[in-house]
């Protein structure tokens, strides 16, 4: 069994930073991309960050310069540093990542979300 576990969210001012984590456990092998959704309501899920397991990246424009996905392959972990937050950055973030178990079967596994609040 694999599971993606986020944490870091939370209220912040426009202008402030957060960083968000997203740590894979159980039956890992080994992780491909790490890729950071992000859903804000009444809007469809978009792709924010990701991040190749050749530390390829890629961003969305509305990020770009602000946002930065690091990612710790030793504990199995990627992150979004987010610096100058803006309130259309409100939304519920999610984790995504495809994963080779120890079974050698290669999935896509979520993290359960988590919420990220930017105040005018």
């Known amino acids: 069994q694999v599971q993606l576990v986020e944490s870091g969210g939370g209220l912040v001012q426009a202008g402030g930073s957060l960083r968000l984590s997203c740590a894979a456990s159980g039956s890992v092998f080994g992780i491909n991309a790490m890729t950071w959704y992000r859903q804000a309501p009444g809007k469809q899920r978009e792709l924010v960050a990701n991040i190749s397991s050749g530390a390829i990246t890629n961003y969305a424009e509305s990020v770009k310069g602000r946002f930065t996905i690091p990612r710790d392959n030793a504990k199995n972990t990627v992150y979004l540093q987010m610096n100058s937050l803006k309130p259309e950055d409100t939304a519920v973030y999610y984790c995504?990542?495809?994963?080779?178990?120890?079974?050698?079967?290669?999935?896509?596994?979520w993290g359960q979300g988590t919420q990220v609040t930017v105040s005018s």
């Open positions: 995504n990542a495809r994963i080779l178990s120890r079974s050698r079967t290669l999935n896509d596994y």
